[in-house]
C-alpha cells in the first residue's frame, strides 16, 4: 500500500493486468459461444429449415383400421353358405403426397376413374387428418391392382394392402390360371394346364 507525504495510506489507482486478461477472455468466450447458436440456428431455420419441415411433418403415427376376422357361414347341416375371398384396397395419404395433381392424375388413369373425383374423395385434410390413410377402392380387381403395384415407386403416398387382415393371421389364397401360371400350367412344379394356386399366406405386418 502506498504511503503518502503525511503518513496516510492509499489504495493504488492502477488496474491489475492479470485481472484485465481474464475478463478479456471470458468476453471473448462468451461472443464465440453465442456466435455458435447463431450460426447453428441460421443452419437450422434457414438452410435446412424447408427439408426439416417436411420431414417433421412426415414424422408421425400412422393409424391403421383392423377388420373384424370373418369366417365362412353354414347351415345347419354344414353346408357352406357364404365364404370369405380376399379384398385388395388401395388407399392415400394425404401427408405422404408430394406432387398431389400429378399423382392423383396417374392413379385415376389406373384406375379408370376421373382424378378430379379422386382429388375430391382425398379432400384437404389438415392436422392429424394428413396421417389418416383415405381409401380410394375396397376391393381392386386383380387387372387394377397389378397396374397400381407396378407403378407404385412413381406414387407417393399410394398403397395397396390386403384388408381386414392382422399380423400372426393365416390367409388361404385362391389364384386362378389366369392370376398364376396362365392355361398352360407349370410342370416343372407339377401344376397342369388350368390348375389353380393356392397360397397360405401369413400376415407379417400392417402397413
Do not use: W
Amino acid at each position: 500500500m502506498p504511503i503518502d507525504e503525511a503518513g496516510v495510506g492509499r489504495l493504488a489507482t492502477g488496474v491489475d493486468p492479470s485481472i484485465v486478461n481474464r475478463l478479456v477472455f471470458i468476453a471473448v468466450l462468451i461472443v464465440l459461444t453465442f456466435a455458435v447458436f447463431v450460426l447453428r440456428l441460421f443452419q437450422l431455420q434457414v438452410i435446412e429449415g424447408e427439408d426439416l419441415g417436411n420431414r417433421a411433418r412426415r414424422n408421425s403415427v400412422r393409424t391403421v383400421r383392423l377388420e373384424a376376422p370373418r369366417g365362412d357361414i353354414l347351415d345347419r347341416f354344414g353346408r357352406e353358405l357364404a365364404t370369405t375371398r380376399p379384398a385388395f384396397g388401395v388407399h392415400v395419404m394425404p401427408a405422404e403426397l408430394r406432387e398431389r395433381a400429378l399423382t392423383l392424375a396417374a392413379l385415376g388413369s389406373l384406375l379408370d376413374r376421373d382424378p378430379g373425383e379422386l382429388s375430391e374423395r382425398v379432400g384437404a385434410p389438415r392436422g392429424r387428418a394428413r396421417f389418416q390413410p383415405v381409401p380410394i377402392d375396397r376391393d381392386l380387381t386383380y387387372d387394377s391392382r397389378s397396374r397400381i403395384e407396378s407403378h407404385l415407386y412413381a406414387l407417393p403416398g399410394v398403397f395397396t394392402g390386403l384388408l381386414g387382415a392382422r399380423v400372426g393371421s393365416v390367409r388361404v389364397i385362391t389364384m386362378p390360371p389366369a392370376d398364376a401360371f396362365g392355361p398352360d400350367g407349370e410342370p416343372s412344379m407339377g401344376l397342369p394346364p388350368g390348375a389353380d394356386v393356392i397360397v397360405i399366406a401369413e400376415v407379417m405386418g400392417v402397413y
